[in-house]
């Protein structure tokens, strides 16, 4: 099949376009979603936001009563031949008292906001994931495995940080700087000036800072999840990189996108963390101008203004003060650092957001498989419980082309049962992956209740491609696709796809024991059905030999298995299934001959009775088919039984004698 175009750069060695230049906005709705998911825990934020400013006010009464403990009892004190301590211990307790309601506020938040953070991720990566298994094939067949995963992995985590500790610091900081700030106004508004324009200079600064290591903090969280496609896309083709030698390339362009997220992580931690010691430093800076400006004043005499009416400053007033100024200082600090961590989490969530807005799957489909029971004059009647017999439930308006003599029509009720019997017919079909290129021309082709119908031809002659055009995994561009005479395109998608079995050439395993990956084909099947399927499927004898049987668990997708044991398990998970119309896409080439004949009389049990659709580049596989279709370029070029083909003497018949040889 011709491989779906991919974009630039989502090759082994491919770059991704450029990253966006430092100091990149992040998008303004995306703080307003990601605040819809903190909607549901309001009532928890409620509780944070209180235990927050429990803490905070008692962060400032414990500066403030610095003011009171020296200006009310250690200076008078000083001059009491015998001093009473009974003042000074009294409001000791007091403010032990307020300390404790502060640790406990903020033990609590603490909690509180990591149980919110939780929840909220787990919330989004449910989302996630469940959107991904809407979003179409094509979607994946555009991105490395890797680069989605980090959606759910490194994006995820950065959100979970901010939720967690930024947030919650932010706040924290804002609602500390507010009380402190009224604090000082509230001993002294000449110092208050000082250290609120000290600060102003302070946010201009972190804020040019935290500007430019926003965009790049944004790209290290692209860079991250190329690179954790690239490991990915390594990680499974191991085997081919070793074959061919490519470990030295594949170290080389792993160097080149590592050095990639390296300049970008570096130039963002480098301005990251060089914010912190400037802050610090000037808050030293603000403490000692603080000090000096307090104590002239305090010496000098100069009238104080302040909300709390102290006329002149006191060494308790200028020690509180300076506290306070250092309390003041210190949510700058933090709030300058915590953006680049709010800066790198709403690029993840940017991320996360885009992957949710990919456009699903449509499927406009509204005839429904259901099961049937048949009673002796052939009359259906739809029944809940699985008979082994099934039918389109067609709803009136729906058009059906064929004549169907068990047709069941109920227009009163207003649908109508057709037998569901497997005959497919393809009309005039035309289909591109993109619109540039068009990889399937005019393909016409009938294949009836009970017949083999085999596709050969060389490769991305289109063989796949049709077999992903009747499971719809692609819509096509033009012509028409019938299943007993019902458009496809008017099936529901889930419905058309029950009724389609598939086997692979790539089998796909899962973690789990023989029997669950053999009962992924129908999760209601009983262990009796699971053997079964197996033995139908000519795989029960070697599963017997496993050390468990049938409870023995795979890892690593059955990596402990022969490629022809874990296609015999594929098999007897289509078996399982029991579909009316199997698609056997390549699924014996990469076994070995005596394997394949073990594999082959599976198959053989598996086709009797049913439609099927048969790749397959070894010919003496498909000899017995009912019909033949020869593919080249995207067109059929021939068509007919075996025998007919090698008395033609075209095409066929040199893939045969091995005239031709194919790709």
């Known amino acids: 099949m011709a491989e779906p175009m991919r974009g630039p750069g989502h090759g082994p060695g491919g ?75 009294k409001a000791i307790g007091n403010v032990c008292i307020i300390f404790g309601a502060g640790i406990f506020a903020n033990f609590f938040s603490t909690i509180t906001m990591a149980v919110v953070a939780q929840s909220t991720l787990k919330d989004i990566r449910d989302e996630m994931f469940a959107h991904m298994q809407n979003l179409p094939v094509r979607y994946f067949d555009t991105r490395t495995h890797g680069e989605v995963m980090s959606h759910c992995t ?90 061919f030698c490519h470990e030295e390339a594949a170290k ?25 010691p400037i802050m610090g430093n000037l808050g030293y800076v603000l403490y000692v101008a603080v000090a000096v400006i307090g104590g002239v004043m305090g010496i000098t005499g100069v009238a104080n203004l302040s909300i709390g009416g102290e006329p002149v400053l006191t060494l308790g007033t200028i020690a509180s003060f300076l506290t306070l100024s250092r309390n003041f200082v210190n949510p700058i600090t933090q709030i300058s650092n915590q953006l680049n961590a709010v800066v790198m989490a709403m690029a993840g969530a940017a991320r996360i957001f885009k992957l949710l807005d990919e456009k699903p799957e449509e499927d406009h489909g509204s005839v429904t498989l259901v099961n049937v029971c048949v009673d002796e004059g052939g009359e259906m009647t739809e029944c809940p419980q699985r008979t082994g017999h099934w039918a389109w439930k067609v709803p009136n308006g729906v058009t059906v082309r064929q004549n169907h003599e068990n047709r069941d029509v109920n227009a009163a009720e207003g ?98 024991t023989v029997m669950e990956n053999i009962r992924y084909g129908k999760l209601d099947a009983t262990d009796e059905e699971c053997i079964a399927a197996a033995k139908l499927a000519n795989a029960d004898g070697f599963i017997r030999m496993l050390p468990d049987g049938y409870d023995t668990v795979l890892e690593g997708d059955g990596s402990g298995l022969s490629q022809g044991q874990r296609q015999l398990i594929s098999i007897a998970r289509a078996a399982v299934a029991d579909p009316p119309v199997m698609i056997l896409d390549e699924a014996t080439s990469s076994i070995d001959t005596r394997t394949e004949a073990i594999v082959q009389r599976g198959m053989d049990n598996l086709m009797h009775g049913r439609t099927v659709f048969v790749i397959a580049h070894r010919l003496s596989t498909i000899q017995n088919s009912d019909v033949i279709m020869v593919m080249d370029q995207g067109r059929i070029i021939e068509r007919g039984d075996h025998e007919h083909l090698m008395e033609e003497k075209g095409r066929y018949y040199q893939l045969y004698t091995g005239a031709f040889e194919l790709d």
């Open 15 to 89: 770059r991704r376009g450029m990253a966006p230049p430092p100091g990149m906005k992040i998008e303004k709705g995306t703080i307003k979603r990601l605040l819809t998911y903190l909607g549901d825990y309001k009532f928890r934020l409620l509780f944070v936001m209180i235990c927050i400013l429990v803490s905070a006010v008692a962060s400032v009464a414990s500066s403030l009563f610095i003011q009171s403990l020296i200006d009310d009892h250690i200076l008078p004190m000083l001059t009491q031949a015998n001093p009473q301590f009974n003042g000074l211990l």
């Open 415 to 512: 649908f109508e049962l057709v037998p569901m019997e497997g005959r497919i017919t393809m009309y005039q079909v035309d289909f591109g992956y993109t619109e540039e290129k068009e990889v399937l021309h005019d393909i016409t082709l009938y294949a009836e209740p009970g017949q083999k119908v085999a596709l050969v031809g060389a490769t991305g002659a289109g063989k796949t491609t049709i077999t992903n055009l009747i499971n719809r995994f692609y819509d096509i561009d033009d012509g028409k696709i019938r299943y007993d005479g019902i458009n496809i395109n008017n099936i529901r998608k889930a419905d058309l796809r029950n009724s389609l079995g598939i086997v692979l050439q790539d089998v796909n395993l899962f973690t789990g």
């Open 252 to 276: 080389k362009d792993f160097d080149e996108k590592n050095r990639q997220l390296c300049e970008a992580s570096t130039s963002a931690n480098t301005m990251a963390n060089i914010l912190m």
């Open 154 to 243: 490194n994006d995820a985590d950065t959100l979970r940080q901010m939720l967690a500790q930024s947030l919650p610091n932010l706040f924290s900081s804002i609602v500390s700087m507010i009380a402190v700030l009224c604090s000082m106004l509230h001993l002294s508004v000449w110092l208050t000036l000082v250290v609120v324009g000290f600060a102003v200079l302070m946010v201009i600064l972190a804020g040019k800072i935290a500007g430019k290591s926003g965009g790049f903090f944004m790209k290290q969280q692209k860079n991250l999840g190329e690179l954790n496609g690239y490991i990915e896309e390594m990680i499974n083709g191991q085997k081919v990189v070793k074959v």
